[in-house]
């Protein structure tokens, strides 16, 4: 990659730098999360409080704050926002953990395995609405109109991802169009409105959008090698879980496109759900490191990274632009 992220070579990777960069901000957003999940309804703040408090990393607010950073904005328009993003992605995990009836969130249980599939779904929805109370108080259409859309697009992403689920067929261009609307259209957004606050040229916004959309590919291309690499413990997640949703991440894609006649049958018969068992996913996983394809999903998530870096060179050094360098670095690294 860059000089600046050889120099960082022999080191592990951290979001410590982003972390310390924006503690000051972070605890105003914070306050602003925890004054936006109150509700008379008891249930509401009890199971958003169990996701937002489970041990997330923030990234995407943390990704607005520094964002703001690197352009010099000195406002506070900025906090309320980087609230609205993180109610918009909790909303969607809330949602998605229904869709996929998946039972580990960051290593604890999911909100619909302890409050049920109804109260995850209709609290999700609660989220979006204080998402979108945040997004018109902070004063700026542009930054609500690309927020909402970024809600839209996310939306669509799912929708898309369900209709391809159990799609032994599924092409690897349709796969990254899914990934960059249900993943990386977020991570853009959250990026590009901290240039629309602190009233940069057309030019800053653009390059924060491709800086946060190329790190949310090579985010989602890590998370799905993860998949055939790591353990529950690590991954927060129960390890196989895209393999018996029967999901057509790019590892299986790649694999499924280089197998054998009889290897490709073993993948239609896994993804359309009949071959589930553990002794089927250690079959999947030795498929996917003999074809290379979890290697060469790394190798793809590593240029997307580069891309990201790429996309902020224009803007002066400084403290912002190291961490954020270095959180791409963290994103390919959580595989090795």
């Given at each position: 990659?860059?000089?600046?992220?050889?120099?960082?070579?022999?080191?592990?990777?951290?979001?410590?730098?982003?972390?310390?960069?924006?503690?000051?901000?972070?605890?105003?957003?914070?306050?602003a999360?925890?004054n936006?999940?109150?509700?008379?309804?008891?249930?509401?703040?009890?199971?958003?409080?169990?996701?937002?408090?489970?041990?997330?990393?923030?990234?995407?607010?943390m990704?607005?704050?520094?964002?703001?950073?690197?352009v010099?904005?000195?406002?506070?328009?900025?906090?309320?926002?980087?609230?609205?993003?993180e109610?918009?992605?909790?909303?969607?995990?809330?949602?998605?953990?229904?869709?996929?009836?998946?039972?580990?969130?960051?290593?604890?249980?999911?909100?619909?395995?302890?409050?049920?599939?109804?109260?995850?779904?209709?609290?999700?929805?609660?989220?979006?609405?204080?998402?979108?109370e945040?997004?018109?108080?902070?004063?700026?259409?542009?930054?609500?109109?690309?927020?909402?859309?970024?809600?839209?697009v996310?939306?669509?992403?799912?929708?898309?991802?369900?209709?391809a689920?159990?799609?032994?067929?599924?092409?690897?261009?349709?796969?990254?169009?899914i990934?960059?609307?249900?993943?990386?259209?977020?991570?853009?957004?959250?990026?590009?409105?901290?240039?629309?606050?602190?009233?940069?040229?057309?030019?800053?916004?653009?390059?924060?959008?491709?800086?946060?959309?190329?790190?949310g590919i090579?985010?989602?291309?890590?998370d799905?090698?993860?998949?055939y690499?790591?353990?529950?413990?690590?991954?927060?997640?129960d390890?196989?879980?895209?393999?018996?949703e029967?999901k057509m991440t790019?590892?299986?894609?790649?694999?499924?496109?280089?197998?054998?006649?009889?290897?490709?049958?073993f993948?239609?018969?896994?993804?359309?759900?009949?071959r589930?068992?553990?002794?089927?996913?250690?079959?999947?996983?030795?498929?996917?490191?003999?074809?290379?394809?979890?290697?060469?999903?790394?190798a793809?998530?590593?240029?997307?990274?580069q891309?990201?870096?790429?996309?902020?060179?224009?803007?002066?050094?400084?403290?912002?632009k190291?961490?954020?360098?270095?959180?791409?670095?963290?994103?390919?690294?959580r595989?090795?």
């Amino acid at each position: 990659m860059s000089a600046t992220v050889q120099r960082l070579a022999g080191t592990q990777p951290s979001l410590d730098p982003m972390i310390h960069l924006v503690a000051e901000d972070m605890l105003r957003v914070n306050d602003a999360i925890r004054n936006r999940m109150t509700s008379e309804i008891p249930l509401i703040p009890e199971l958003a409080g169990h996701l937002i408090a489970g041990g997330g990393k923030r990234m995407r607010p943390m990704l607005t704050l520094a964002s703001a950073r690197l352009v010099g904005y000195s406002g506070s328009k900025h906090h309320g926002l980087a609230a609205a993003v993180e109610f918009i992605h909790t909303a969607t995990l809330l949602h998605d953990d229904v869709v996929d009836g998946s039972d580990l969130r960051r290593g604890k249980r999911t909100a619909n395995t302890i409050w049920g599939n109804p109260a995850s779904v209709l609290v999700g929805d609660f989220l979006f609405s204080r998402s979108f109370e945040l997004m018109v108080e902070s004063g700026s259409l542009r930054a609500l109109k690309i927020l909402s859309n970024a809600s839209a697009v996310i939306a669509e992403g799912e929708v898309n991802q369900l209709t391809a689920a159990r799609r032994v067929d599924l092409a690897e261009d349709r796969y990254l169009e899914i990934i960059n609307a249900k993943t990386a259209a977020l991570f853009a957004a959250a990026c590009r409105i901290a240039a629309v606050v602190a009233d940069r040229p057309e030019a800053e916004e653009t390059a924060l959008d491709a800086y946060g959309r190329n790190l949310g590919i090579a985010f989602q291309l890590v998370d799905d090698a993860i998949d055939y690499t790591s353990d529950a413990g690590t991954m927060g997640k129960d390890a196989g879980d895209d393999f018996r949703e029967g999901k057509m991440t790019l590892p299986v894609i790649l694999a499924y496109a280089r197998g054998d006649a009889e290897q490709r049958a073993f993948w239609k018969d896994a993804v359309e759900g009949r071959r589930d068992s553990d002794e089927d996913f250690a079959q999947a996983i030795g498929l996917v490191q003999s074809s290379h394809s979890v290697a060469d999903t790394m190798a793809r998530a590593r240029h997307y990274g580069q891309q990201a870096i790429d996309a902020i060179a224009p803007f002066p050094a400084g403290a912002a632009k190291d961490a954020m360098i270095e959180a791409v670095e963290f994103a390919v690294a959580r595989a090795y």
